[in-house]
Structures are given as structure tokens and as C-alpha cells.
């Protein structure tokens, strides 16, 4: 599997948002932008803070859960954490929620404004293991490329 080259990616998104007002129309471009330019994926998407939980948002995979309370799932601990959550085998996770059968990894970034998760950025793999400390990281970046143009969008 090729590594992601996550200067290019995020250099990408950033061209791509640049001056767009529309906080979805960036985000179902920054989830095509994943799908296409990562390998070993089977889902990559956003899920939108609503009051105390997740709502889905723009995504690339098959059709997944709707609603997902901060107290569930990879989403929600890292939504309530305003950490990554990088988890090497989900079947292990207590609480995950399995969308897609075919997922063994993941990993769940937040996305913050104003020090608040207002959403969270989800990506899922059939592989063990499939992200590594180095796709955190460029994860993270990827996630504040959004969170700098979280206020100018609506
Ligand atoms: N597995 C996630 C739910 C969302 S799907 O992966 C798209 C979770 O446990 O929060």
C-alpha cells in the first residue's frame, strides 16, 4: 500500500475550499479528495456535531448510522474527548459502532471551533492496523486546514 503524501493532499483541499462559503460542498469535496487520494479505505466521511450528539454528514463509502450519541462509538469518544482516536482493531473498542461489517480499523479525528467539537472527521479500513502515527498527523492537518475556514463557511 502507498503512503499518502499528505503535504500534497492537504495543499489540495486547501486549493479546493479556498474562498468556497459552503461548509458541506467543502466537506463532500474534502471526502472525495480522501477517497480517491488514500488507499485502504472503506469509508471516509464527516459527522456533524448536533447538540449532544453526531449527525452524518458528507461522506465516501457505503450508506452508515445517522445518529451517533457523544457517549457511543469512536466518533463519540473522540468527539467528547476533542482527541484522535486511532484504533488499530475496532473489535476491540468497547462501544464501537459497526457501520460497515467490513471495517477492522479506524481512525476519528475532531474538529474544533471556538474549543468545542463541531464535527469530526471518520475514516474506516478493512485493514488491522491500517493507520499509522504518521497518518494521524496528517490527519490533524488535514483537520485544521478545515477548522481555519470552519467560521467563514455557513
Ligand atoms: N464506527 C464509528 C461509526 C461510524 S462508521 O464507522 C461510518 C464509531 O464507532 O463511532
Request: with cysteine; proline share 5%; aromatic share 8%.
Amino acid at each position: 500500500m502507498n503512503m499518502t503524501d499528505y503535504n500534497e493532499l492537504n495543499a489540495q483541499l486547501k486549493s479546493l475550499i479556498e474562498g468556497v462559503p459552503y461548509r458541506i460542498a467543502n466537506l463532500a469535496n474534502a471526502s472525495a479528495l480522501l477517497w480517491q487520494g488514500m488507499e485502504g479505505l472503506n469509508w471516509a466521511g464527516f459527522y456533524l456535531r448536533e447538540g449532544d450528539g453526531l449527525v452524518l454528514g458528507p461522506f465516501q463509502g457505503k450508506p452508515a448510522c445517522i445518529r451517533i450519541p457523544l457517549s457511543r462509538g469512536v466518533c463519540g469518544a473522540a468527539a467528547r474527548t476533542l482527541q484522535t482516536q486511532r484504533v488499530e482493531d475496532v473489535h476491540a473498542f468497547p462501544g464501537h459502532i459497526a457501520c460497515d461489517c467490513a471495517s477492522n480499523s479506524e481512525i476519528v479525528v475532531p474538529i474544533l471551533s471556538g474549543g468545542e467539537t463541531v464535527a469530526v472527521l471518520d475514516l474506516d479500513s478493512p485493514l488491522f492496523g491500517r493507520f499509522t502515527p504518521e497518518d494521524q498527523a496528517g490527519l490533524e492537518a488535514f483537520a485544521r486546514v478545515l477548522e481555519e475556514a470552519w467560521g467563514d463557511m455557513r
